[in-house]
């Protein structure tokens, strides 16, 4: 039986003559998953709009931001990919000359087939990544392609949030996706503080803004802590907390340190509900010292008290705010964190989710009302919609994201699975959004082949051996759901205008391709049915879906995740091996080294994330923009006028550098070196510099960047967990 739901159509102003109205959403992976209307006129986008409706909490409607709109300059740009090419020039070069479908797809089978019996299986990479996350025409039509193929070297690791995936599986044995809470509860809460966390920036969830309001009206007090003082912070914080990135398990474990000291944190739900708090609740072998409590105060190996003058020299935070923050947060209750992905972007990530869910858990704020986890992201999942099946690869071959570069470059002689001899990129632009550009563009000389398959000749498609042009979203029927718990609803895509040039599905390409190199059962079943299909188990008609456009289904019936574990304990235990919210971690003391990328303490610890290097003191941020998801919408003109890029840099610092706001610098590290003008600002922490990441990699003769991509200067390098580390990049900036 279908989850209970409602299937309508989003208002929308009327239709001129000869014009139709076809609703839609954006497929990338942005937070979002909005009202997107196409007007067309004559198989011809003229215009998008969105639902004009005034957003009320009852029924929210799912705005659209200007990335949205802005789809219309995407779909008609003139630099579309139109037809298949071959490249003719050097990788990079961009020549390419026109091919036909059928030469493009031949010579593409033909090498698949030629390496597989050279090479084996594991020398194939699938490169494809986010570009488009819809239900039907997503990666997941590589994936199914590849395994069917026989299997791959897969990148295991998410670029985005790897470090709360893993803190949320250590510590309360839980999906990340399903372990925060509803945007409608965030008015319950007391204190919310939304740590490295800027939905008003990087969009969290269609309408995320508008609860944030509803709860500011409620008199909720809000506190942000960032680098950056953000449009978020600026438009709901009561205080605004500069800190340094990579830092933050610091603040957060002095905050801990205060509570614990000054005796205000829960200890009744610590012996109820925490693995590992204190000495009296290690589990059966654990060393001595080994607990969270005697870390705090000193009394474990390393001897050190984590006192707010420890934390200060670390994060830049002064210790008396530390101090008052850590104080306000226990004894406001209830008090939620908002924690975004990007502070578990740095080198030990993980031990900023971990410790942040120790402050949530020693406080008794986990799943209460008005309380948090820790996590953002909402409290349930995707109502029973379904993605094309990828199957399973056969090929055990898997290598952390963040690494992309050095397997490229070391291969098997750098203790990597496989030599990769061939790249498939379908919606991914790894080239420009994984780690150390430079070094991954200077690493392809053993790759024999590389198909990139798009909408533009990105800077991945740019090194392509064929280049595929793919249909957008406009142009094809999909269905599309908000991130696990950004909202309960699905979007019909509906077609609004013929697949362009000769743009074709991504579906249809990986079909013929199949069939090319001996799969006989790629696809059974047209689009419309595979839709059918997918979205079955949730909405009882399927015709009537596709026409109206929106399902809306129930929420959770607790808003806060864990809430029947806290409230029931007995019936309801964390799905960890102990059945409680681990600060211990049973696992990591029994396996330190998980994944091999390094040790990963049993209890949230502060590990220092790099070593002070004179010549480039500055940190590296690389947040979100909001005329871009990801790389995507990085070659237009004019949505990049609503944000700018820009390197941010303190007063202080470009003073001392001789840098005046809008002059054109340099921010260079031993990586590579890239071109922005300098925002110069008091918005910044000192020290600190930030690039909105997803500018196109391009560098002149001389290897410098001139378009501001922030992937010039990052380090291929993972944290334990496997996660992305952008936020631990130390630079340099100098006048142009
Ligand atoms: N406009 C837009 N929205 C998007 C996307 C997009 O591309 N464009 N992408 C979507 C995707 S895939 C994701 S994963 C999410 C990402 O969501 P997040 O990772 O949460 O977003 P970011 O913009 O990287 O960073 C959020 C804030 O953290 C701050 N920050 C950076 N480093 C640190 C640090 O070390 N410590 C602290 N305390 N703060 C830090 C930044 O200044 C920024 O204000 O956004 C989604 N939303
Ligand atoms: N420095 C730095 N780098 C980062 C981050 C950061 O915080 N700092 N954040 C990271 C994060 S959170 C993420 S999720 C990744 C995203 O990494 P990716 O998923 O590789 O990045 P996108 O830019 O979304 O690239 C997707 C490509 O898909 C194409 N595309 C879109 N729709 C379609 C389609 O329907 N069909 C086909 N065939 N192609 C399509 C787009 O044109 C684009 O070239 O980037 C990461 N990179
Ligand atoms: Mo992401």
């Not at 991509?709 to 630079?731: F, H, I, K, M, Q």
């Amino acid at each position: 039986m279908p989850t209970p739901h409602t299937l309508y159509q989003a208002p929308r102003r009327a239709a001129r003559a000869g014009e139709t109205v076809v609703t839609s959403t954006c497929g990338h992976n942005c937070g979002g998953r909005c009202v997107v209307n196409a007007h067309v006129v004559d198989d011809r986008i003229v215009k998008i709009s969105t639902d004009p409706a005034r957003w009320r909490p009852e029924l929210p409607p799912l705005h659209a931001c200007a990335r949205g709109v802005g789809q219309i300059e995407r779909v008609y740009h003139p630099d579309r990919l139109r037809h298949p090419m071959r490249r003719v020039g050097p990788r990079g070069s961009g020549q390419f000359e026109r091919v036909s479908w059928d030469e493009a797809l031949d010579t593409v089978a033909r090498e698949m087939l030629r390496i597989r019996a050279a090479h084996g299986n594991a020398a194939f990479l699938d490169a494809s990544r986010s570009g488009n996350l819809s239900m039907l025409h997503s990666s997941a039509g590589a994936k199914r392609f590849f395994n069917k193929f026989g299997g791959c070297t897969v990148l295991w690791s998410n670029m985005s949030a790897e470090a709360e995936i893993f803190a949320v599986r250590h510590t309360y044995g839980a999906d990340y996706k399903s372990a925060g809470r509803e945007p409608t509860d965030y008015v319950n809460s007391k204190l919310i503080v939304m740590w490295g966390w800027s939905p008003a920036d990087g969009t969290f969830g269609t309408g995320t803004k508008e609860y944030l309001r509803e709860a500011k009206k409620a008199g909720v007090r809000i506190v942000c802590v960032d680098p950056r003082r953000t449009r978020t912070s600026a438009a709901f914080a009561d205080e605004h907390i500069y800190i340094k990135p990579s830092t933050d398990a610091a603040a957060l474990i002095a905050m801990a340190y205060v509570i614990v000291s000054e005796g205000l944190h829960d200890q009744a739900y610590c012996d109820r509900h925490v693995l590992g708090f204190d000495e009296a609740h290690l589990p059966e072998g654990a060393p001595r010292g080994a607990s969270y409590r005697a870390y705090l105060m000193g009394e474990g190996s390393d001897g050190v008290a984590k006192t707010p003058q420890w934390a200060e020299a670390i994060c830049g935070i002064p210790a008396e705010t530390v101090r008052r923050l850590a104080i306000e947060f226990a004894t406001t209750k209830p008090a939620a964190l908002q924690c975004g992905y990007a502070p578990g972007r740095t080198a030990f990530g993980e031990q900023f989710h971990r410790a942040a869910y120790a402050l949530a858990a020693i406080t008794g704020n986990v799943g209460i009302v008005g309380g948090s986890s820790g996590v953002s992201n909402g409290a349930t999942g995707r109502a029973g919609i379904k993605s094309f099946p990828p199957g399973s690869n056969p090929i055990d071959a898997r290598v952390a994201t963040p690494l992309l570069a050095d397997l490229l470059a070391r291969g098997k002689a750098g203790g990597y699975p496989s030599d990769i001899k061939m790249i498939y990129s379908a919606g991914g632009d790894l080239f420009n959004q994984c780690p150390n550009a430079n070094k991954m563009a200077a690493s392809l000389d053993g790759v024999e082949f590389i198909v990139a398959q798009d909408h533009f000749l990105t800077p991945t498609a740019r090194h392509a051996d064929i280049v595929l042009p793919a249909t957008t979203f406009w142009e094809r029927n999909d269905v599309h759901t908000p991130w696990a718990g950004a909202g309960h609803y699905a979007i019909f895509m509906k077609q609004a205008i013929a697949p362009m040039y000769e743009c074709r599905n991504d579906m249809d390409i990986f079909a013929d391709l199949a069939a090319r190199v001996g799969i006989a059962d790629y696809s059974d079943k047209s689009e419309m049915d595979w839709l059918r299909e997918l979205t079955k188990d949730a909405v009882d008609d399927f015709q009537q879906f596709a026409d109206k456009g929106v399902a809306r289904f129930a929420p959770p019936e607790d808003a806060v995740a864990f809430a029947r574990q806290i409230r029931d304990p007995e019936t309801h235990r964390f799905n960890t091996p102990s059945g409680k919210i681990e600060l211990y971690s049973t696992t990591l003391a029994a396996k330190p080294n998980f994944y091999g990328l390094g040790v990963i303490p049993p209890i949230p610890t502060w590990i220092e994330p790099v070593t002070a290097d004179p010549r480039h003191p500055l940190m590296l941020c690389s947040p979100k923009s909001r005329a871009r998801t990801h790389s995507i919408h990085g070659n237009q003109e004019q949505l990049a006028r609503i944000d700018p890029d820009d390197v941010w840099i303190h007063e202080d610092d470009a003073k001392a550098r001789g840098i005046a706001n809008g002059q054109l610098v340099r921010i260079h590290n031993d990586r590579g070196a890239t071109l922005l003008p300098a925002k110069v600002t008091r918005r910044i922490a000192r020290g600190v510099v930030s690039i909105k990441e997803g500018a196109w990699f391009t560098p002149n003769g001389n290897g410098v960047d001139t378009k501001g991509c922030a992937n010039a200067l990052t380090e291929d390098r993972p944290a334990p967990s496997g996660a992305t580390t952008y936020n631990t990049t130390l630079v340099e900036v100098s006048l142009a």
